[in-house]
């Protein structure tokens, strides 16, 4: 079964940057076409964050984090990053790695298969 293992949250001031990572094993009888991230506040829905497709490397992101985050592939097929820059305390959440959106690769997809999720705290 495929598994996503996030990484690289932590706390930090608001403005201040972040990048989380993603490793996929297990993947290999799978095509990871679409790769993305959401994230959920605690009492809050999830919301999806960014994504990415694997091949061709188009992405997509959430009104709210346009212009402010970046959601890259490594050299690895299986690695994809997310790189946040002017954060701000309503980013605060726990984000979660995914993959195999149901319905096509975009922002707000809704993926399948994710990861435990690495916590982001942003303080005023």
């Known amino acids: 079964q495929v598994q996503l293992v996030e990484s690289g949250g932590g706390s930090v001031q608001a403005g201040g940057s972040l990048r989380i990572s993603c490793v996929v094993s297990?993947?290999?009888?799978?095509?990871?076409?679409?790769m993305g991230w959401f994230r959920q506040a605690p009492g809050k829905g999830r919301e999806g964050v960014a994504a990415i497709y694997t091949s061709g490397g188009s992405t997509y992101y959430a009104d709210s984090v346009k212009g402010r985050f970046t959601i890259s592939q490594g050299n690895a097929k299986n690695t994809v990053y997310l790189q946040m820059n002017s954060l701000k305390p309503e980013d605060t959440a726990m984000y979660y790695c995914?993959?195999?959106?149901?319905?096509?690769?975009?922002?707000?997809?809704?993926?399948?298969?994710w990861g435990q999720g690495t916590q982001v705290t942003v303080s005023s």
């Open positions: 995914a993959t195999f959106p149901r319905d096509g690769c975009y922002a707000g997809a809704d993926f399948r298969v």
């Open positions: 297990r993947y290999m009888n799978y095509h990871l076409e679409c």
